[in-house]
């Protein structure tokens, strides 16, 4: 005897599983010999399950027990007209076995079919004992757009009389629908309302060994793996329960995909926790919310325990400098054994917008840094280094008073090139004390930049002053290597004088310098001619001076 019953299809956001539908008994003719069957289904639920699929999916669970007085081979099988996809099938009998759409299969009437419509699954129990159930379990992922979930459910016992099936439901059982074999089936469906479900589908990170005080670049990719479109919501990421980011995502078409980047810079060396939470405002409802946090470990490397960054950093390399557009990766080339300090600062640089990113902390001489951008870039990280000598990026300092040397480095890569930014200012400040014990005029004070392997003299204006600084301005190209500076003052030139000579015996003429050391090998040309005139004009003078004396002495040779 067969007790038959229309399967229930229950449609929730629970895990539970419904309780058991009413059963209706009727005869199956050609069961003489036949043992019995009695077919339940425990019904259907819809929920997500993350660890499979991050998804809405659909649990069914078909049990039948076998209610005769033998045992004998039997089988549960359930179709699917439309080809959901099978996310994971499992049963308690010998076997579960999938027939996917275009399988060979064969009819009633024993016509074979080389290409199946649709697919189904089929659990195959050898030997399945009198009053034992068998169940089969499946979940199935709603194909995208759809409503509902249709499973059509039969279920079949072998005659060992006659070595035929009898099958459940029956010709008896007054139903209509037949799967593609030919044989009647309980046609079941279930609803699907769907939601939008975001999740962080991935995170990653530039450079993924980072050291302390060097620029990291997160990208973080988003995945609406619900059945409906998101709304815009925020994304907030957190380090060591620190939130280092907040952005705004635009909303997710169903089964769509999205990538953000921000870019953060270490202060310190170590493990830390990183965690990205996605619609951390709840601005809107979601199927789950257990996928909305993913979280990851940051290591970074100290530099006192490795290496500096590659020579493929800004600036690296040789020990001499690249031209100003080269800007600098976030973090800096300059070897952590020449920095007495730095500071760092964050802005958010957008095309149209003013930047200033200003030195709050009063750590170095630089106040701040500013400069029309031409392109947004995004939350920007600047870095200003105070340097314990000359930067072991450049040859050698122009000739002055050196007050400090610093580097100042702008975002990533190519960041502050003049392609990228214009009308680019810095700000600094110089000690009182050290511009009167120096003995240095405050208007020499100049700001020289290190740019195409030469030191340039940037345009610099006072701008203020107080008890304990002066503060400048300077307009700057870039950002790199800088040295602020008071020039040596000129030393005034000496003049020179080229003496005549004291005396003149007969014919031999001396022209005897008395101050110079030094005889200069090239005279100037103006020089030589004004010297030689002096010369004949001496010459000349003495020339009559003689000839009188001659003269003289001539006259009184006659005389006596």
């Not at 990766?329 to 760092?344: H, M, Y």
């Amino acid at each position: 005897m067969l007790t038959p019953f229309n399967a229930a299809a229950f449609e929730t956001n629970s895990d539970a599983v419904p309780a058991d539908a009413n059963v209706n008994v009727s005869n199956l003719s050609g069961t003489d010999a036949a043992d019995n069957l009695v077919s339940v289904t425990i019904g259907a639920s819809i929920y997500a399950k993350g660890e499979i699929c991050n998804n809405e999916y659909a649990t069914i669970s078909v049990t039948t027990e076998n209610m005769g007085d033998k045992s004998s081979e039997g089988h549960i099988i359930v179709a699917f007209p439309n080809n959901e996809e099978i996310l994971s099938r499992e049963g308690s009998g010998d076997r579960v076995d999938i027939y996917p759409s275009g399988s060979s299969i064969e009819t009633k009437d024993g016509t074979k079919i080389d290409s199946s419509e649709y697919l189904f699954v089929d659990l195959v129990k050898y030997d399945w004992e009198t009053g034992k159930n068998e169940t089969l379990n499946l979940e199935v992922k709603p194909n995208k757009g759809s409503e509902e979930i249709v499973y059509l459910v039969r279920a079949e016992l072998m005659n060992d009389a006659t070595g035929d099936y009898e099958r459940y439901p029956g010709t008896l059982s007054g139903l209509s629908d037949v799967d593609q074999q030919g044989w009647y089936v309980y046609n079941n469906s279930l609803g699907v309302s769907g939601d939008p479900d975001l999740m962080i589908e991935d995170i990653s990170w530039e450079p993924e060994n980072p050291h302390e005080n060097e620029n990291v670049t997160f990208k973080v990719t988003l995945k609406n793996v619900g059945l409906e479109s998101s709304g815009n919501c925020s994304v907030k990421c957190y380090l060591d329960g620190n939130e280092i980011s907040f952005s705004t995502v635009s909303g997710l078409e169903a089964d769509s995909t999205t990538s953000f980047t921000f870019n953060w810079v270490p202060t310190s060396s170590g493990s830390m926790d990183l965690k990205v939470v996605v619609d951390s405002e709840g601005q809107f409802v979601e199927f789950t919310e257990e996928n909305n946090e993913k979280a990851e470990i940051l290591k970074v490397i100290s530099y006192t325990n490795s290496s500096s960054p590659s020579s493929s950093s800004p600036g690296s390399g040789s020990s001499s400098s690249s031209s100003s557009s080269g800007g600098g990766a976030g973090g800096s080339p300059e070897p952590a054994s020449n920095v007495e300090i730095k500071e760092l600062a964050q802005q958010f640089v957008s095309n149209g917008n003013h930047a200033k990113f200003v030195f709050a902390k009063n750590v170095t001489s630089i106040a701040y840094i500013e400069f029309d951008p031409k392109k947004t870039v995004g939350k920007t990280t600047t870095i200003v280094e105070t340097l314990k000598g000359k930067s072991t990026l450049v040859k050698e300092l122009p000739s002055g008073k050196v007050y400090e040397n610093t580097n100042i480095w702008v975002g990533n890569e190519g960041t502050a090139s003049s392609e990228n930014i214009e009308n680019a200012i810095v700000g600094f400040k110089v000690e009182k004390t050290w511009i009167n014990s120096n003995g240095v005029d405050s208007s020499s004070i100049k700001l020289w930049k290190f740019e195409d392997e030469k030191w340039v003299e940037l345009p610099t204006s006072q701008t203020d002053e107080d008890e304990d600084y002066v503060y400048y301005e300077a307009d700057t190209p870039g950002f790199e290597s800088f040295s602020i500076m008071s020039l040596y003052p000129e030393e005034a030139t000496e003049e020179t004088s080229l003496p005549l000579g004291s005396y003149v015996e007969d014919k031999d003429i001396k022209a005897v310098s008395e101050t110079s050391e030094e005889k200069s090998d090239v005279a100037d040309s103006e020089a030589g001619e004004n010297n030689s005139g002096s010369m004949k004009k001496g010459l000349l003078a003495i020339g009559i001076l003689a000839a009188v004396i001659l003269a003289g002495y001539v006259i009184s040779r006659k005389r006596n």
